[in-house]
């Protein structure tokens, strides 16, 4: 009996050793990863957009089908025609299924409507800034838009991410070092890090061809 209570003692006193050696190893991870600076680094870069999709759309109003067909017809090939006098592809051209309501109000003044949109997908940016500035030729044809408008993208972002990234780490160590010196302490490695979301916007609204990039990375420095 005498030898179960010392070794029911022993187990105890044993168990109680381990936890209080668990415990002060946790406390003292704890206590270091307590030291650290958690800064932001900034990197930003004007690029020219690569892609522009250009958007033209126009509608007919009758009240004979026949005649709504014409319409149809006649201008999509005046606006075909002047982007392929401008230096676009057929290839680059696109012709949307065509969105036809039939109005059965009976004091309506049109019975048919119908709404048709082209689009233009090119890498030729320029060409297109500089075609969308004419669209009042297409008046002379009888052309009445009633959307014009052009989006402008940056398709290569892989091309600058690592130099961007590369930066926004250089200016977050730059500032955690500079916070080290001021606290009396000494710059250790990165214990965590967030590379942050690329956000592509436009330049100015005057240029919108040209495209901001921005990236904030989140670094967290061990300090010793």
Known sequence: MENAKNYSAWVIGFVLLVFSGTFFLSAQNFSDQGSFVEVKGLSEKIVKADVAIWSLNFEV????????????????????SFLTEKGFEDSEINVAPVNIYQDTYKDALFRYNANTQLSVYTKKVDLVRSA?????????KGVTLNQNSIEFQFSDINSVKPEMLAEAIKNARA????FAQESGSRLGRV?????????????????????????VSTLRFLLK
Do not use: H
Request: glycine fraction near 6%.
């Open 175 to 178: 500032s955690a070092a500079q």
């Open 61 to 80: 109003k009758s009240n004979n089908i026949d005649s709504l067909y014409s319409d149809i017809e006649k201008n999509t090939n005046s606006i075909k």
């Open 191 to 215: 214990s965590r890090g967030n590379q942050g979301v690329f956000d592509i916007s436009d330049k100015d609204p005057g240029s919108p061809e040209y495209k901001k990039i921005r990236v």
């Open 132 to 140: 969308s500035k004419e669209t009042l030729l297409l008046v002379k």
